[in-house]
């Protein structure tokens, strides 16, 4: 696996679920776009540009699957996940040499969980999404957890 050296583009998307109907929507050149989940729970791309790239598209679809298995490996671990649970993945195409190269970063908040057990719950989820397996061993991805 090859490592992006220089960075050309990042693409960042926040997901949350949303259970608020009051919650800020986006601005005037942005869009709110709803996506789901093959189980039809409902996640939403809050204050999306008017043209994504790529690499936010691939975020958002990532970062919806993604949540989705946050909260499969919380079910199977017995763990309520906060309402406020959330996930940004900032995925960035840049250079290794004459190749261009994918990587990703993971910025995961899961208030109020202890850090150990919010940590297993990220790994678990990594291990469950189909995104996740697709992109394994293929580019770097960091993850970091907060709990506060």
């Given at each position: 696996?090859?490592?992006i ?15 608020d109907?009051?919650?800020q929507?986006g ?6 776009m709803?996506?789901s ?5 409902s996640?939403?791309?809050?204050a999306a540009?008017l043209h994504?790239?790529a690499e936010?598209?691939?975020?958002g679809?990532w ?8 909260g499969i490996a919380a079910?199977?671990?017995k ?10 993945i ?5 250079e290794?040499g004459p190749a261009?190269?994918l990587?990703a970063?993971?910025n995961?908040?899961?208030p109020?969980?202890n ?5 297993a ?8 999404c ?6 394994e061993?293929?580019i770097e ?7 506060a």
């Amino acid at each position: 696996m090859k490592k992006i050296e220089k960075v050309r583009y990042t693409g960042l998307t926040h997901t949350k679920v949303n259970r608020d109907p009051a919650l800020q929507r986006g601005e005037h050149g942005v869009v709110d776009m709803k996506l789901s989940t093959p189980g039809g729970q409902s996640y939403e791309f809050i204050a999306a540009e008017l043209h994504p790239t790529a690499e936010q598209l691939f975020a958002g679809a990532w970062s919806a699957c993604w949540i989705a298995a946050l909260g499969i490996a919380a079910s199977l671990k017995k763990v309520a996940l906060p309402q406020d649970t959330t996930v940004n993945i900032q995925v960035s195409i840049g250079e290794n040499g004459p190749a261009w190269v994918l990587g990703a970063k993971f910025n995961i908040r899961i208030p109020g969980v202890n850090q150990a057990v919010a940590e297993a719950l990220a790994h678990a989820a990594h291990q469950i999404c189909p995104y996740s397996k697709a992109v394994e061993g293929n580019i770097e991805v960091a993850m970091d957890v907060v709990t506060a």
